[in-house]
């Protein structure tokens, strides 16, 4: 977790929900800005990376190198004040150590070996400048009938409106196309959680507010995803909805299934769900009324707003 410490709000709304996130004070911010300068010189995101610099013949001789994943040659504007690269070099994605050798940034990653990172002078940064806002993961997690989905349409609904540019990825829609292949045992479900996740980055490097919205039901592969993005940019928002609440909604009538043994391993069932620890935002309904989506929402904005999100 972000080692930041929490500050828990209690709303007293008519309604029994009320939230909770972590202090964003000066520490916080000073934090952030901390990790991301590092992060941005290592070049190094979430995953285990050792990496060298490796002439072509050479790499292919070794295939153990790892990689980062995002290039660390420094960016356009870097360069540019440096005077380290010619306006040609910044067209490839070359290593230029100023001392007129040129190499290749030679990587293997998992089971893709000698693959080089190819960086493109138009970063994200840009991207976010061109948006008016900043690139960033809301990672709704809970159970079936939570009311994950609703919360993410409210809050895509409530960003568009501000004119910002979000993307929903619900699981159930992903399981239409890119997870089609996967079903609902443990390692299935892990496996769509990482491709989410590695989706979630891609869309927050293009400086989208990418909302995620699926069960997750594993802390570590949710963390994991955590682990993909700069420090700050998960925004983990926890449905702390009562099993039996999600059970008396039950919209697609399968917790009715799964009590009559028709569907096996359903969540909260006889699967498990394990509850985030710290996250971000916790969504609590404690009795039988429930804040709208449009106000919870309005606090998930809120959060964005005074974090910066909703500015370049
Ligand atoms: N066995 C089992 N357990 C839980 N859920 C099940 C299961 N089988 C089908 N469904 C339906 O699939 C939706 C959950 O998909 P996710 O991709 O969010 O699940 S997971 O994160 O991989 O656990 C979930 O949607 P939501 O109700 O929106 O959560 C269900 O409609
Ligand atoms: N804030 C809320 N208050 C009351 N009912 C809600 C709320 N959010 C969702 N619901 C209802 O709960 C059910 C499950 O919501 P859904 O968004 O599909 O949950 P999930 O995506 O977690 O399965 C739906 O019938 C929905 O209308």
Redesign the pocket.
């Known amino acids: 977790m972000t080692g930041i410490p929490s500050l828990q709000l209690n709303l007293c709304t008519p309604a029994d929900f009320y939230f909770s996130e972590p202090l964003y004070g000066k520490s916080g911010q000073l934090k952030l800005s901390a990790l991301n300068c590092k992060r941005r010189n290592s070049g190094v995101s979430g995953i285990e990376v050792k990496q060298s610099i490796l002439a072509p013949i050479k790499a292919m001789d070794s295939s153990k190198t790892t990689s980062p994943i995002n290039g660390n040659a420094g960016s356009f504007r870097e360069k540019q004040q440096s005077g380290c690269n010619s306006g040609d070099d910044l067209l490839t994605n070359e290593r230029d150590d100023c001392s007129g050798k040129s190499m290749p940034q030679m990587s293997s990653v998992g089971n893709s070996t000698n693959i080089v990172w190819h960086k493109c002078t138009v970063e994200k940064s840009d991207r976010q400048q061109l948006l008016g806002q900043k690139g960033c993961v809301i990672w709704i997690t809970g159970?079936?009938?939570s009311g994950?989905?609703t919360l993410a349409c409210a809050l895509s609904r409530g960003l568009h409106a501000r004119g910002k540019l979000t993307y929903v990825l619900?699981?159930?829609n992903?399981?239409h196309g890119l997870?089609s292949d996967?079903c609902?045992k443990a390692e299935?479900?892990a496996e769509?959680?990482r491709r989410i996740g590695e989706v979630s980055k891609l869309f927050a490097d293009a400086g989208v507010i990418c909302i995620a919205s699926?069960?997750?039901?594993y802390r570590k592969e949710r963390d994991a995803c955590r682990a993909l993005l700069p420090e700050g940019d998960f925004i983990e928002v926890f449905m702390d909805v009562p099993l039996q609440v999600c059970e008396m909604r039950d919209p697609?009538g399968?917790y009715n299934l799964?009590r009559a043994g028709k569907?096996?391993?359903?969540?909260g069932v006889d699967?498990p769900y394990e509850p985030p620890l710290n996250s971000e935002i916790v969504l609590h309904q404690q009795g039988g009324v429930c804040d709208s989506p449009t106000n919870l929402a309005e606090i998930v904005i809120s959060y964005l707003e005074r974090k910066g999100y909703l500015e370049a």
Request: cysteine-free; overall charge positive.
């Open positions: 159970l079936s009938g994950k989905s619900d699981g159930d992903v399981r997870n996967l609902f299935d479900r769509n959680i699926l069960i997750s039901p697609k399968l799964a569907i096996k391993g359903f969540t699967d």
